[in-house]
């Protein structure tokens, strides 16, 4: 299957400061690349869908300038965290699409925000 | 109505059973199906997709799709520890994809 990558794996930061996270698709070309969260226990819950060259759509709740998404070439896609609180740690996953419409993810960021 | 429905679960099973995982979506215009496997921690890894009505069988996996009735379903024969996870059933529908909330799976020694 497609390998999709993400950096770094986990990252803890003080409250105020900015994170940004990077997903690579390294096999194959993701015109589409999708952002993710998941708090413990809880379902995986769409934040954006990236889209290279162009701006990224937010699902509803997600507030587009505390999360900004770059999807900057075909291969990679990233999201910053700005001004990080701790209501903001949790575990993020990027997945991209194939030609094929197939998603593969990656394998998530932990994100600690003291 | 979400547009992909799960039992969550748990759903046990003893080692060597089959397990069955059941998924319905409303849209029947859906055209492509997946299942993920998520282990606790890690993030989704893609097992089967299926296209087309009927079953598709990959290894261990079982994946069936009955479109009319507007459901895909996971057999995994001989169920071992190692399958204990959430199962994710995923569909595309207009060109967006959708999850269900999935199926804990545990299989027991």
């Known amino acids: 299957g497609a390998v999709v990558s993400q950096h770094p794996s986990w990252v803890i930061c003080k409250s105020g400061t900015s994170v940004k996270i990077e997903c690579r698709s390294l096999?194959?070309?993701?015109?589409?690349m999708f952002w993710y969260r998941q708090f413990p226990k809880q379902s995986l819950m769409l934040m954006a869908t990236?889209?290279?060259?162009?701006?990224?759509?937010?699902e509803q709740g997600v507030e587009k300038d505390k999360f900004l998404i770059n999807h900057a070439s075909l291969t990679l896609s990233t999201l910053t965290v700005t001004s990080a609180h701790p209501e903001d740690s949790s575990f993020y996953i990027c997945?991209?699409?194939?030609?094929?419409?197939?998603?593969?993810f990656g394998p998530g960021t932990r994100l600690l925000v003291l | 109505q979400k547009e992909v429905e799960q039992n969550s679960g748990p759903l046990s099973v003893p080692e060597g059973a089959i397990a069955s995982l059941n998924c319905t979506y409303s849209?029947?215009?859906?055209?492509?199906f997946f299942w993920y496997r998520q282990y606790s921690g890690k993030s989704p890894e893609l097992i089967m997709f299926i296209y087309s009505n009927g079953d598709k069988e990959d290894g261990r996996f079982t994946a069936q799709l009955n479109k009319a009735s507007q459901y895909v379903s996971l057999l995994i024969r001989d169920s071992q520890p190692s399958d204990s996870a959430t199962y994710l059933c995923?569909?595309?529908?207009?060109?967006?994809?959708?999850f269900g909330s999935g199926t804990k799976l545990n299989v027991k020694p």
């Open positions: 997945s991209a699409r194939t030609a094929k419409e197939t998603q593969y």
């Open positions: 990236s889209n290279e060259g162009s701006k990224a759509t937010y």
């Open positions: 995923a569909v595309i529908t207009l060109n967006k994809f959708y």
């Open positions: 096999d194959f070309q993701a015109t589409t």
């Open positions: 849209d029947r215009g859906s055209q492509s």
